[in-house]
């Protein structure tokens, strides 16, 4: 186990917060969650791994009435679980936690927020050999793009072009984004005619030119045509 690698005092400190000792913990930041949920950690394992920790616990960001009572900083936490949140902190602790299907979505997006880089790469490889089902790979090429995770996008990237022929004409590939469906377009090997292919991106087209556009209808959808198929439809 990591934790007999550990020195002596960062040992202590990562026991007194896995089980969230607040008699012996000493901790100095209290993290707030909806009801009474409190997670407790100790700012000095925090800040130096993050500049985010570092503005919100000592520069502007930081609460003022706890520095001058002397008492623990307090931090709400409003769009993620106290239990994926402990999650992400243990990283801080012994550089480690546990992935999974379940939490992965919030360990990425704190990763973001709170620049935790390696913390993301790991993340990162763990999606590009998660197994999702059918219809949930164009969501996750989706959020591996956004957050410029390159290994999965590849993974689900690759998964898309496997089930192809039942995901071009799926609800999912419909409400695609825009850059998505550019990516479709120009990968390469896909088990699909170019025939098929034009269809389903007319469809897509038709399903997502702007509201408003009733008046012009036509010239709208060649515009969006003519940006999505470049290689395929020829527009003058």
């Known amino acids: 186990m990591i934790e007999k690698t550990l020195p002596k005092s960062l040992k202590l ?13 000493h901790f100095d930041v209290e993290f707030h969650f909806g009801g009474d949920e409190i997670l407790y950690a100790h ?14 616990l000592f520069g502007s ?14 931090i709400p936490i409003e ?18 936690c546990k992935i999974s299907n379940d939490n992965v979505i919030s360990i990425v997006d704190l990763s ?11 993340c990162d490889k763990y999606l590009s050999k998660m197994e999702v089902e059918k219809f949930e790979i164009i969501l996750w090429l989706e959020f591996s793009k956004l957050y410029s995770l ?20 799926s609800e999912c590939f419909l409400k695609a984004k ?20 034009f269809d389903a991106v007319l469809k897509w087209a038709k399903e997502n030119i702007e509201k ?21 439809l020829k527009v003058n």
């Open 79 to 96: 769009n993620y679980s106290y239990e994926n949140f402990k999650e992400f902190l243990t990283y801080f602790y012994i550089e480690k």
């Open 112 to 122: 973001e927020y709170y620049h935790l880089e390696t913390l993301k790469e790991k």
């Open 13 to 25: 400190l990562y026991n007194f917060f896995k089980t969230q000792n607040i008699e012996k913990g």
């Open 43 to 56: 700012k000095t394992i925090l800040w130096p791994i993050s500049t985010v920790f570092e503005e919100r």
């Open 150 to 169: 390159k290994f999965a996008s590849m993974h689900f990237l690759d998964l898309l072009r496997s089930n192809i022929s039942d995901l071009i004409y």
């Open 212 to 232: 408003g556009d009733d008046d012009n209808f036509e010239e709208s959808l060649k515009k969006m045509l003519k940006e999505i198929l470049p290689q395929i």
């Open 178 to 197: 825009k850059d998505t469906v550019k990516a479709i377009i120009s990968s390469r090997w896909l088990n699909i005619s170019e025939e098929e292919l």
């Open 61 to 74: 960001w930081k609460d003022s009435s706890s520095s001058a009572s002397n008492k623990a900083t307090k």
